[in-house]
């Protein structure tokens, strides 16, 4: 009797094992196109990814470098006082893009350019995500928002 019980916890212990170890698998199977790791300029330019790697880029929109394009296709420059990186995107820029303003891009560094897929800008006159606000700092370019 006290075999069988023994078994069975034993059964019960190792299938909880395996569910677990299924379970993480999959979560981490199911996560691996949803995280976009974040890159300054500098960073890029330093090492430069692969141009199969998706990731979030961020930094001050270059003063002087936006050009529209003919459509939605639209050309600027990022950068974080140390480097400058090309963008190019082909969609509609939120309304509170601008130059000499933070932004964060999501995409692929594909010969030398940085394509993205989705841009954000920030969403009011103090707002920079904390990445950008490191990357400015660690440069020596960031400045406290007027209050």
């Known amino acids: 009797m006290k075999s069988l019980k023994k078994q069975r916890r ?8 395996v569910a677990l170890t299924v379970s993480t698998v999959l979560i981490g199977y199911a ?8 890159r300054a300029p ?13 990731f979030r880029i961020g ?12 459509g939605e296709s639209i050309r600027f420059e990022v950068t974080d006082g140390g480097a400058t990186v090309p963008v190019v995107f082909t969609g509609v820029l939120p309304d509170l893009f601008e130059e000499n303003q933070g932004m964060v891009g999501t995409g692929s ?9 989705e841009i954000l ?6 707002y ?20």
Do not use: C, W
């Not at 560094?109 to 897929?117: D, K, L, M, Q, R």
């Open 10 to 17: 034993i059964q019960i212990i190792a299938l909880a094992a």
């Open 31 to 38: 996560m691996r196109d949803g995280i976009n790791f974040f």
């Open 42 to 54: 500098s960073q890029i330019m330093a090492e430069p990814p692969g141009p199969n790697e998706v």
């Open 59 to 70: 930094g001050l929109v270059a003063e002087g470098s936006l050009i529209r394009g003919q």
């Open 121 to 126: 800008a920030k969403h009011d006159e103090t």
């Open 109 to 117: 560094y594909i010969n030398g350019v940085f394509e993205a897929s």
């Open 128 to 147: 920079m995500p904390a990445e950008v606000v490191d990357a400015l700092k660690a440069q020596g370019v960031y400045k406290e928002p007027d209050t």
